[in-house]
C-alpha cells in the first residue's frame, strides 16, 4: 500500500515531534508546521494527501484553518483535527463535511492510521455522510 504525503500542524513541538516520528515510522512522508498560516500557503500550492490538525493553537485555530483551506478552494483534501477536547465541544463550528475526522488527542498511531487509511480510500466526496445522502434507486 502506498504511504500518503502528510501536514501536521500543531502548536506544540513535543506533539509533532512525537506525531511526526510515528507516522513516518509507517512510511508516511510528513511536514510539520506550528503556524497553520504557513501550512495553508504550502496547501494551495503543493496540496498533500492528508492533513492532520490541531483544533486549539494561537492565531488560527483549527476549524478557522479547515474554513480557509475550503474557501481557498481545496475541497477534498482530507484532515483530521486532534483535540484534548471531545469533538462534541467544537464540530459543530464545522459545516459537515465527510473529509473530516476527529480524534481526541493523544491519539496514538493506530487510530490515526486507522482514520487517514478510511479517508484516503473513500475517494473524493465519498466519505460515510456522503454515501448516507445518495438516495437509492
Do not use: C
Request: proline letters at 9%; zero cysteines; charged letters at 25%.
Amino acid at each position: 500500500r502506498s504511504m500518503a504525503r502528510l501536514i501536521l500542524i500543531d502548536d506544540s513541538p513535543i506533539v509533532l515531534k512525537v506525531l511526526q516520528h510515528e507516522l513516518a515510522e509507517r512510511g508516511h512522508t510528513v511536514q510539520e508546521f506550528q503556524d497553520a498560516r504557513q501550512a495553508l500557503f504550502l496547501i494551495q500550492k503543493t496540496p498533500p494527501d492528508a492533513v492532520i490538525v490541531d483544533y486549539n493553537m494561537p492565531g488560527m485555530n483549527g476549524v478557522q484553518f479547515h474554513a480557509r483551506l475550503r474557501e481557498g478552494g481545496v475541497q477534498n483534501l482530507p484532515v483530521i483535527f486532534l483535540s484534548v477536547l471531545d469533538s462534541k465541544d467544537y464540530a459543530a463550528e464545522l459545516p459537515a463535511d465527510p473529509r473530516v475526522r476527529f480524534l481526541k488527542k493523544p491519539a496514538g498511531p493506530d487510530l490515526i492510521g486507522a482514520a487517514l487509511a478510511e479517508l484516503l480510500n473513500a475517494g473524493p466526496g465519498q466519505g460515510p455522510a456522503e454515501k448516507a445522502k445518495i438516495p437509492a434507486g
